[in-house]
T-cell receptor, first 115, second 111 residues
Framework: GAVVSQHPSRVICKSGTSVKIECRSLDFQATTMFWYRQFPKKSLMLMATSNEGSKATYEQGVEKDKFLINHASLTLSTLTVTSAHPEDSSFYIC???????????FGPGTRLTVT | GEDVEQSLFLSVREGDSSVINCTYT??????LYWYKQEPGAGLQLLTY?????DMKQDQRLTVLLNKKDKHLSLRIADTQTGDSAIYFCAVLGSSASKIIFGSGTRLSIRP
């Protein structure tokens, strides 16, 4: 399967600042990337789906102006949490998939803490 | 919309078999998955089954699918302490564009 990395693995930021999280597919052409959010002891909540070179499709209830997603290439997608607030503190996980591929390969996650 | 349900907790004795159950609502789901998540880590795909199969075995893991009842199970034989984790059931929705996850079952192993 694909190897997926995320950077940073942990980040602490002050309320009101913006944070960028990178998701890289190291050995796989990821035509589609997914961004999930996971609350403590909860399941994954899909935030958005992005296809390379096009705008992301956001799930209902997810603010696209707050969670900016850029899928610039087949190996890189970024999630920027703008004007972060404590309630944005969470574990953010990305996953990738290829064309016609029914497997999703997950990154190790990024723990965001907003103080 | 699609829904995937799992029990939240399971405790088994080391060496016993663990059976984690899952039910789903979308009868047209094509792929059904089991993922494992260890503390502070991402998800690791353990196994998956295509909807035209009833059973799939891979070493200590056995997946059973009952399409009529929309029930999926994961059996872990000879459960070890390293199997402690959260196990997520997931299905590829009928739109085939996204995977729907259950809430996860936390498996704990007692000596």
């Amino acid at each position: 399967g694909a190897v997926v990395s995320q950077h940073p693995s942990r980040v602490i930021c002050k309320s009101g600042t913006s944070v960028k999280i990178e998701c890289r597919s190291l050995d796989f052409q990821a035509t589609t990337m997914f961004w999930y959010r996971q609350f403590p002891k909860k399941s994954l909540m899909l935030m958005a789906t992005s296809n390379e070179g096009s705008k992301a499709t956001y799930e209902q209830g997810v603010e696209k102006d707050k969670f900016l997603i850029n899928h610039a290439s087949l190996t890189l997608s970024t999630l920027t949490v703008t004007s972060a607030h404590p309630e944005d503190s969470s574990f953010y996980i990305c996953s990738v998939t290829g064309t016609g591929d029914y497997e999703q390969y997950f990154g190790p996650g990024t723990r965001l803490t907003v103080t | 919309g699609e829904d995937v349900e799992q029990s939240l907790f399971l405790s088994v004795r080391e060496g016993d078999s663990s059976v984690i159950n899952c039910t789903y609502t979308d009868s047209s789901s094509t792929y059904l998955y089991w993922y494992k998540q260890e503390p502070g880590a991402g998800l690791q795909l353990l196994t998956y089954i295509f909807s035209n199969m009833d059973m799939k075995q891979d070493q200590r893991l056995t997946v059973l699918l009952n399409k009529k009842d929309k029930h999926l199970s994961l059996r872990i034989a000879d459960t070890q302490t390293g199997d402690s984790a959260i196990y997520f059931c997931a299905v590829l929705g009928s739109s085939a564009s996204k995977i729907i996850f259950g809430s996860g079952t936390r498996l704990s192993i007692r000596p």
